[in-house]
């Protein structure tokens, strides 16, 4: 099984930055398709970022674009997630996920073979 650990979660001001990190195990890893999602209290989770391999084809949420940034490292098998310029409103779990196939882009939970467990950030204002 593809094993997916996240991390880099935290709290910052409205405005800061944060780094997420997802690491994952496969020999494979170099053409999933990977994404990230988000889900806060009382609402259902969200794509917020995809990526199909490493200088490949990204997408972005409309709520994201301009301020965050998908990009992988092969060779550590972890795939990032920088986010700027950060909103109370992106209070949120977010999880990493993984699709066997490389050709599409992760952008809903049922396309999603792999699933991290999450790591908080949370934005004050």
Not at 1 to 14: I, M
Not at 69 to 84: C, F, G, H, P, W
């Amino acid at each position: 099984q593809v094993q997916l650990v996240e991390s880099g979660g935290g709290l910052v001001q409205a405005g800061g930055s944060l780094r997420l990190s997802c690491a994952a195990s496969g020999r494979t890893f170099s053409t999933y398709a990977m994404g990230w999602f988000r889900q806060a209290p009382g609402k259902a989770r969200e794509f917020v970022a995809a990526e199909k391999w490493s200088g490949s084809t990204t997408y972005y949420a409309d709520s994201v674009k301009g301020r965050f940034t998908i990009s992988r490292e092969n060779a550590k098998n972890t795939v990032y997630l920088q986010m700027d310029s950060l909103r109370p409103e992106d209070t949120a779990v977010y999880y990493c996920a993984a699709k066997k196939t490389p050709g599409v882009l992760v952008l809903t939970t049922q396309q999603v073979d792999y699933w991290g467990q999450g790591t908080q950030v949370t934005v004050s204002s």
